[in-house]
């Protein structure tokens, strides 16, 4: 195949930031994406509708001239989300969802929260009124090994909260592991976001050669026999797996540090990544219905009318990317990729 013209996608896990990095990294989702789910650990994160409503604003007010996105926003749960602010949520219909955070598990979570069971109160608001509960689905205890906490995370919280909330929508944010597949595929009501990362890469790619901070992200890269189950997972047709490329982007400066921060950049090129991904078990004719359809048939929203085209043509990824006062690394820099969006 030389040609791929599919229905233009959407990203349900996007983080955009604010400010001059929103401004530089905006464009590179528009191009590809017509919505995106914005994720709210901004500093300080977006906690209420009004937060929401003038995040939104600044994300419309930065798309480039003539061109057209949607922002579906999130609010952040804290201990001290009230189910008042749920019902708020839901009714002013730009808030598509509620993020989860354990406190201190990954990026900007300081505000977390710090017991999931204190939030039921919340959950069973939202689970009245709709409104999708989005996981960052890793315990943070220091007892649990850095690979096994999404694991432990299913076990201690996941499962049981299914249990005390059967019908609360949930979408397992970007699944690493293959008993995150697993319990997907086994529970009701349930579904997941993969990112380019974790179809193409496993753990290896951490230390090839030396430490290599811009694929670190979290959940952090698993073995081989993951990224397989998760591959097989994406390109099966099923429903409950979509794409959220969990674009996170930080200064070059940041993740290039005695203490780097989490989170790879793929924004610029993430449907040639998944491209690259779905081809390589030959399933590019399964990236329409994960890109394009099973994301907005679990929000239940339209799906996107236009199309967009992927044409097999070998071009490098930039070193870097201007972004704030230091540079933005994307997702495999340097390197050659065979797929380009027209
Ligand atoms: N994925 C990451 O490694 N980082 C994300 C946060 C997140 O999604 O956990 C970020 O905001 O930088
Ligand atoms: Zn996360
Ligand atoms: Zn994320």
């Given amino acids: 195949m030389q040609k791929l013209t599919i229905t233009r996608p959407d990203d349900w896990h996007l983080h955009l930031r604010d400010g001059a990095a929103l401004k530089a990294v905006l464009p590179h989702t528009v191009r590809q994406f017509a919505r995106a789910i914005i994720m709210p650990n901004l500093k300080p994160p977006v906690r209420t509708v009004a937060d929401a409503a003038a995040y939104r604003d600044r994300i419309l007010a930065a798309i480039p ?17 009230s189910p008042e602010e749920i019902i708020q949520a839901k009714e002013s219909q730009f808030v598509k969802a509620v993020k989860y955070y354990p406190a201190g598990a990954t990026t900007n979570s300081d505000l977390g929260v710090t017991d999931i069971r204190q939030c039921d109160r919340v959950f069973e ?20 090994d850095m690979f096994d906490r999404e694991k432990a995370f299913i076990e201690r ?79 099966s047709g099923n429903p409950k797996f979509f794409l959220g490329t969990d674009s996170a982007p930080h200064p070059r400066n940041g993740k290039e540090s005695s203490c780097g921060c989490a989170g790879c950049y793929s924004a610029l090129h993430a449907m040639e990544l998944y491209a690259e991904a779905f081809e390589s078990v030959d399933a590019l004719d399964q990236l329409e219905a994960f890109a394009s359809f099973f994301g907005p048939d679990f929000y239940q929203l339209p799906r996107n009318t236009e199309q967009i085209t992927l044409t097999r043509t070998t071009w490098r990824v930039p070193d870097e990317v201007p972004f704030t006062e230091s540079g933005l690394v994307p997702l495999r820099a340097g390197q050659e990729m065979m797929w380009q969006m027209a």
């Fill in 65 to 81: 001239d003539g061109q057209r996105f949607e922002p579906l926003m999130t609010l952040y749960l804290t201990d001290n989300t």
């Fill in 125 to 144: 608001a939202m689970q009245q009124v709709d409104l999708p509960l989005l996981l960052h689905g890793e315990v943070t205890d220091q007892d649990v």
């Fill in 157 to 235: 919280h996941l499962i049981p909260l299914k249990q005390r909330f059967p019908n609360l929508r949930v979408v397992l944010e970007h699944v690493t592991t293959s008993d995150a597949v697993q319990y997907v595929l086994s529970a009701n009501n349930i579904a997941a976001t993969i990112t380019p990362q974790h179809l193409l890469f496993n753990r290896n790619i951490l230390f090839q050669g030396g430490i290599r901070p811009h694929f670190y992200c979290l959940p952090i890269l698993k073995r081989e026999e993951h990224r397989l189950a998760l591959l097989q997972a994406a390109t």
